[in-house]
């Protein structure tokens, strides 16, 4: 009942014209941000924090998760028209909904996509209503220990699913890690590898370094590998999936919703890695594998409603412990200390009508996304056309103008534009940049309550402690299972 | 330790960036000049790292020594982050990492990365306004974008849009340069 109450209070939040052109606006930019290949949900959500800066925390907020659910979606727009994924995570939708417009079906797989995502990104929304809310509370008794353990199990996971690469996964993490302790040590206060720059005594602000890494790396990493020329998108036809065809994918809809949503709340795991895994689902239970990859519409139900729900899920480490699950969730991290909120269960306590205004526009989301994605696919499309000789210099500028105003320091824009070289550095070189970012927002938080602990308890504290033991034990395992696994497949 | 100790900061530190840059240049000849060219970023890149960590570790002399103390988490971080390095250097010597990207359009890159540069030291000089314009301009005309009326729109409507909505909506007082008096 309680819950009830709050969810409630989240929507009174949005009473008001305000609340509801701030959905609108993000759900149209993140439509947009999404299908535009090149940029990710994070990448979108990092260009827009900027512009968030002087409005209330709970409406920035609301902005920003708004674009990040959205963008899932539009990833899917260009995935089945012209086969071009706008988002990592819709390249499972493009192995069926592009097929679906060659046969002349755009509008199906326009339609059921969007179906899924709406009712994906619902359930998502749900159950992290359902989790985030007990999940805060238990974290109220958490100890510096168990906080400690709980970062770095996070990170342990992360770079665990770096799939290709394991080990520069976790290079990736290290050097986040190691970033991060430039600046004033906030414990002791000693001034740590500045040499000498006041501008380094507070490190690097999170903004501009997540700016660079995310969006101006994507530039020059797309200008490397830049023909000139775009792609041409054809006509789409308007024929939506009769509810005949709906009904049949409903089940798949709600299981992929599922498997997302549980998926997603594992740090690192994220939309793609849901998608898959709910596509590979989905095909094995079908009563028509053979038309998966050439058009099947449970194939893109399936992956959308994966992808969107999976949203729900990686919130809910965000808000509840303060633990970024994806490299998007970091953002919203940064967005969150841009404006003086700290996620985690203190939040649920001090600032309610954030986190529940945020689960209650994430439902409106939705629903606006169904809205708009019914009506506006056609002005979607004609916008993302926008030639790439137009979009990087934009993309470029919106990076510069958005580092420099957080604290409207040239210095910050510098460090936006060495993290965008850094970051294309390791992109070239298949090291993941959403680890290095995962580590600069965590790493405050593994060394003070570290430290914090140590200080407190010593070193055997990460012993009697069952939580933190535990789930250290569990990261250990997790950092060394992808090691096991391909000395393993070696040994085969 | 003494010795470490001269390394972290003043002259010593600097002797040892000049050192670390000069040995990473050799480094960048040998692979280049015997054998490893289809390797060179793969080996460059953590060799930079531990070149950092050096450094790092170096300057983590200079804090106060104590339990959990300022240098305890960072020196934790260098010693990972060496010991990664390092394996990814041995699996490239023994031919089980993946060989260098084919270079694409490197230079169109090395050219962005020179006009972002200009680009920044413009704002400061000739004000962000002016050099946004003509940074757009430039850049659009550079990737191959050919109507001219299209990119001077872009560009224009760009530094009004930002004009009004960071200079005047959001009051964040964006760098005039020479230009200051007139705002």
């Not at chain 1, 592009?98 to 199906?108: C, D, I, N, S, V």
């Not at chain 1, 509370?137 to 353990?149: E, G, M, N, T, V």
């Not at chain 2, 104590?66 to 990814?88: D, K, N, Q, T, Y």
Request: with cysteine.
């Amino acid at each position: 009942m309680e819950l009830f109450d709050s969810i409630l209070m989240g929507f009174g939040v949005l009473a008001g014209w305000k609340p509801i052109v701030v959905i609108i606006t993000g759900v149209i930019v993140g439509i947009l941000a999404g299908a535009m290949p090149g940029l990710s949900p994070s990448t979108a959500v990092a260009l827009l924090v900027p512009f968030s800066y002087t409005m209330p925390p709970g409406l920035a907020l609301i902005l920003l998760t708004s674009i990040y659910i959205a963008s899932n979606y539009g990833g899917s727009i260009t995935a089945v028209l012209i086969n071009t994924p706008g988002t990592p995570s819709a390249s499972v939708t493009a192995l069926d909904g592009y097929p679906l417009t060659q046969q002349g079906k755009a509008g199906k797989g326009l339609g059921i996509a969007l179906i899924a995502s709406t009712i994906g990104g619902g359930a998502g929304v749900l159950i992290l209503i359902l989790f985030a809310v007990p999940l805060a509370r238990i974290a109220l008794k958490f100890s510096p220990a168990d906080y400690f353990a709980l970062a770095l199990f996070g990170l342990a996971t992360v770079a665990s699913m770096g799939r290709r690469n394991v080990l520069k996964a976790m290079i990736a993490i290290l050097f986040g890690l190691l970033i991060k302790t430039i600046g004033i040590d906030s414990i002791s206060g000693v001034s740590r590898f500045t040499f000498g720059s006041d501008a380094l005594y507070e490190g690097f602000s999170l903004i501009p370094a997540l700016i660079g890494l995310f969006a101006i790396s994507v530039v020059f990493s797309k200008i490397e590998q830049w023909t000139g020329l775009n792609c041409v998108l054809s006509k789409v036809d308007n024929k939506l999936p009769s509810f005949k065809e709906f009904l049949k994918v409903r089940m798949t809809i709600l299981r992929s919703s599922i498997i997302g949503t549980i998926i997603g709340i594992f740090p690192g795991a994220g939309a793609t890695i849901a998608a898959f895994i709910s596509y590979d689902v989905t095909k094995r239970t079908s009563t028509e594998p053979e038309m998966f990859g050439k058009g099947s519409m449970e194939g893109v139900a399936a992956a959308e409603a994966a992808n969107s729900s999976s949203v729900g899920g990686a919130l809910v480490p965000l808000l509840a412990l303060g633990i970024p699950g994806s490299a998007t969730d970091a953002v919203l991290l940064g967005a969150f200390m841009l404006h003086d909120l700290v996620p985690g269960p203190l939040l649920f306590r001090d600032s309610p009508e954030i986190v529940y205004g945020i689960f209650a526009a994430l439902i409106v989301a939705n629903f606006v996304m169904l809205i708009l994605g019914l009506f506006g696919n056609r002005m979607f499309i004609r916008v993302v056309s926008i030639p790439d000789a137009i979009l990087y210099p934009l993309i470029l500028a919106i990076g510069i103008i958005g580092s420099f105003a957080v604290n409207s320091s040239m210095f910050d824009v510098s460090a936006c534009i060495g993290f965008g070289i850094i970051g294309w550095i390791f992109k070239r070189y298949d090291y993941p940049v959403a680890p290095v970012v995962l580590g600069i927002v965590l790493g405050n938080m593994v060394e003070e309550n570290f430290r914090r602990a140590v200080i407190m308890d010593g070193y055997g504290i990460f012993f009697r402690d069952k939580l933190a033991f535990t789930v250290l034990l569990i990261a250990l395992l997790s950092f060394i299972y992808p090691f096991f696994k391909q000395w393993r497949t070696r040994k085969r | 330790m003494g010795l470490l100790a001269y390394f972290s900061e003043g002259t010593g530190l600097a002797l040892l960036i000049a050192g670390l840059f000069i040995a990473l240049a050799l480094l960048a000849v040998v692979v280049l000049r015997y054998g490893k060219r289809e390797y060179f970023g793969q080996i460059m890149a953590p060799s930079s790292l531990i070149g950092l960590c050096i450094v790092f570790f170096a300057i983590t002399f200079s804090f106060p020594e104590e339990e959990a103390g300022p240098r305890a988490v960072p020196r934790l971080w260098i010693f990972w982050l060496c010991v990664l390095s390092s394996m990814v250097l041995i699996q490239i010597f023994r031919r089980k990492a993946a060989k260098d990207p084919a270079p694409g359009r490197l230079g169109f890159v090395f050219l962005m990365i020179a006009l972002l540069t200009g680009y920044y030291f413009a704002i400061q000089t000739a004000g962000y306004f002016l050099s946004t314009f003509v940074f757009l301009a430039l850049l659009m005309h550079i990737l191959g974008y050919k109507n001219k009326w299209i990119i001077y729109a872009v560009s224009t409507g760009w530094v009004i849009f930002s004009y009004i909505v960071f200079y005047r909506v959001l009051y964040i007082q964006l760098p005039l340069g020479y230009f200051e008096n007139y705002f």
